[in-house]
Structure formats: C-alpha cells, structure tokens
C-alpha cells in the first residue's frame, strides 16, 4: 500500500515539475515580473551524476581561469528549460531569472537548432558561466553569480587567416570555385560584390577569371565560417573588375581602384545568383539564358519558382494579374526610373501595391503566367516612361572615399595590388 502513495506521489510531482516548466515558456508576460533578486533558492536540485568532461573541450575561450567547459548542440525538440536543467544543472528558479536578465539581450526560449552552448563548471554543481552563439559573428556570454545572472554579447574571437585563391571558368563559377577550396558563402559573396557590374546568372563565360582574397576563420581547432572578402578581381569577358574592402568611418564596403564604391542604383539582373547557385552540382545546374526583344524587354528563361529581385530600392505600384503580362510587379525608383516583372508564378512576401522594396529584395518567382510559351521572366526599365535597355544602363558609381581616408585606402589597396595583378 504504501508503495502505491509513493508512487502517486511521485506522478503528481512530476506532473507538477512539468506544468512549471511548461508555464515559464508560455507565459512570458508573467515572467517579466519576476524579479531576479528576489527569487529564493528554495528549490531542490534533482538528482544529479557527475559529468565527465571532454578532453578537447580544454581550449575554450575563457573568461575565467579556473574551468571546466562542457560543450553541447542544441538539438530538434530540445525544451530550453530542460536543456538548461541537464546540461547546466539550472532548477526552475534558476531559468526563470536566467529569462529575465536575458531578456534585453536574447531570448533564450529561442534557442536554434544545432548552435553550440558551452558551459563552464567552476565551483558546485550548477554552471557558473555559458556562452551560447548568436550568429557567426557574435556570442552571448551569461555569467551566473549566485541568483544573480549577467548577460553581455561579445563578438565572437576567431584565429583569423587570410587566404588567396584564384581560378578559371571551366565548367560554372560554382563548380570551379568549389574546386579551388572556396566555400559556397564566399562565392556567393564574391557574386554580389560585383552584382552592380556582372550578372553572373547569364553572363559568365568560359575563360572568365578570379582571383580573391578573403578571411578563412578558425576556432577551438576546426574551420569557423569565412570571414569578409577583403579583395577581389573578377576578368569577365575580357573586362576586369576590382574591389577593395574598405571602411570608410560608418561606412563600409566594397570600393573599386579609383575608390569609388561599387555599389550603384541597379543591380544588373533581377536574378540573384544567392538563389541559383545554393548547392548545385554541374549535373543539376539549369542554366539560364536572356534575350533582349522588342521595347528592350529582357527575357530571362529560368525554371518555374526561381526567385526574382527588384534590381533597386523603390515602391512597389503594381503587383496584379494584367492580360498577357499575366502576375506582373511594377517598381518605381528614384531619378525617374520605373522597373517591370512579368509572368510571375506568385508575388513576394508583403509585395502588394505602395509597399517599399529594398535592392536585391525578392518581389516574386519565375512563372509561365499570362502569354508566354514557357516559364521565363520578362524584366523592362523605364526612364520618365519611355522604355530603355537597362543592359547599356550607365549609371555611376557610388560615393567616392572620404578626402581623410583616401590615403588609408590607398594603403589597403596597395598591400591587396600585387597578387590581384
Ligand atoms: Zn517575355
């Protein structure tokens, strides 16, 4: 019998461990009233085996000397509170003031599938110090004194080394660059430094070339993800382009030889070579080709879902079905342009009529919609109304480098000139 009350007594408990668990995830506007300070520890820890700690995870970053780090991925179902009770040895109070120091900083209900969270075990049995990773380039360090938690985001130190690679357009950009050790982050970088110039969906050609220039990081022994390109020269069909990394007081970008930055009004394809290339082999490749017909209308012929990006910033004064354009985009820009999207599959997120589109923004997906023979896209500018060919657009580049900073980008891009050569 009183095996039976013992038993009951435990379901009951658990069930009531459970539902604070639950409610502290649920119930975030109750949360935010709970004081940190005034949380008592009045309860218990569970039971809890003493943890091994890896031999490799030696080497963490280490803001406090004396530590033993555990290292562990968040993984697909993971409830925070309950990683946070194993892994750290947290109890419910412990999370909750955890929540709520944290709240400014990040929301640590959110925690994103396989990111890492390395804990420091100093004294006790609960974690005294973690840090979680909040992106690629910055952490989020938590301190734990007491009830007391401290929460600050530190960028994340990486052993940094600049790396050199260039190539030679054999078979697609990917492929090739993939071959010489580049990482499809990077290409992809690489493809939109020079966006302004190159449209590298349709127009690179066998016998292009590059060279780049950029940061492979590394951290407690394993590849990290690149760091920015610091400078690049990209030769298609026999025109060559430069671009220095530079920062020019709050701005920072890429800027050509003459110190004039790259970016401009338009892109020079509504087809963003981010979309097309993401994981491709040369077997999957669907290579997309572009003809200029009558009225300097540009037809694109790319698969059906294809992401489409306004070329410029602009606001969007029509996304509608109209006769034979079929799903149509229209976009106006500053200086008296305007820009059209045809035959769309279906419309971008949020892009309806007065919406504001940022450059490079997807307004919608390559479809066979209206009188058309077969998915494409048809893009068309215009300038005060009267259709042009926005292939011979000429527009100029951007702000030129500050007078008081010329001389140390000239510095940046005589130390990059030699191997760009
Ligand atoms: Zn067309």
Redesign the pocket.
């Known amino acids: 019998m009183n095996r039976w009350i013992t038993i009951i007594f435990i379901v009951i408990f658990s069930l009531i461990g459970f539902s604070y668990y639950k409610r502290i995830f649920v119930n975030s506007a109750e949360m935010k009233k709970i004081n940190s300070n005034n949380i008592s520890e009045n309860s218990e820890n569970i039971a809890e085996d003493n943890q091994t700690v890896d031999e490799n995870n030696k080497n963490f970053e280490q803001s406090k000397n004396k530590c033993e780090y555990k290292k562990y991925t968040i993984s697909d179902g993971d409830i925070p509170a309950d990683m946070f009770s194993e892994q750290a040895k947290f109890d419910a109070n412990d999370v909750v003031a955890l929540l709520s120091a944290s709240e400014e900083i990040y929301d640590f209900t959110k925690l994103r599938i396989d990111r890492e969270i390395r804990f420091c075990f100093e004294d006790g049995e609960k974690a005294s110090y973690f840090e979680y990773d909040r992106n690629i380039d910055d952490m989020i360090v938590v301190a734990r004194e007491g009830d007391n938690f401290t929460v600050e985001q530190k960028p994340i130190e990486y052993e940094v080394e600049e790396v050199f690679v260039e190539g030679k357009i054999e078979n697609f950009l990917y492929v090739d660059a993939i071959e010489k050790g580049m990482s499809e982050a990077t290409i992809v970088t690489m493809a939109d430094v020079f966006s302004f110039d190159i449209d590298f969906t349709t127009e690179i050609q066998k016998g292009d070339e590059f060279k780049v220039i950029y940061e492979k990081r590394r951290r407690f022994g394993e590849d990290g993800p690149d760091g920015n390109i610091l400078a690049a020269k990209f030769v298609n069909q026999g025109e060559t382009y430069y671009a220095y990394y530079f920062k020019d007081g709050e701005e920072r970008g890429y800027y050509d030889s003459e110190g004039k930055m790259l970016q401009r009004q338009f892109l020079r394809a509504p087809l963003s070579y981010k979309y097309i290339s993401s994981g491709y082999t040369g077997a999957r490749f669907h290579p997309i080709t572009k003809k200029v017909?009558a009225h300097y209308?540009i037809?694109y012929a790319a698969a059906t879902g294809t992401p489409v990006v306004s070329t410029a910033k602009g606001k969007v004064t029509q996304a509608s079905y109209t006769g034979g354009w079929g799903n149509m985009v229209k976009i106006e820009h500053a200086n008296g342009y305007s820009t059209h999207y045809?035959?769309l599959s279906k419309y971008g997120k949020g892009v309806k009529v007065g919406a504001t589109v940022t450059q490079g923004q997807i307004i919608g997906y390559v479809g066979n919609t209206g009188?058309?023979t077969g998915p494409?896209?048809?893009y068309g500018m215009r300038l005060n109304g009267k259709p042009m060919n926005p292939l011979s657009l000429k527009l100029p580049k951007g702000d030129g480098i500050s007078e008081g900073n010329l001389g140390g980008f000239e510095e940046v891009k005589r130390g990059f000139e030699e191997k760009l050569k």
Request: charged share 20%; net charge negative; aromatic share 10%.
């Open positions: 017909s209308q037809d045809a035959h009188w058309s494409h896209l048809d």
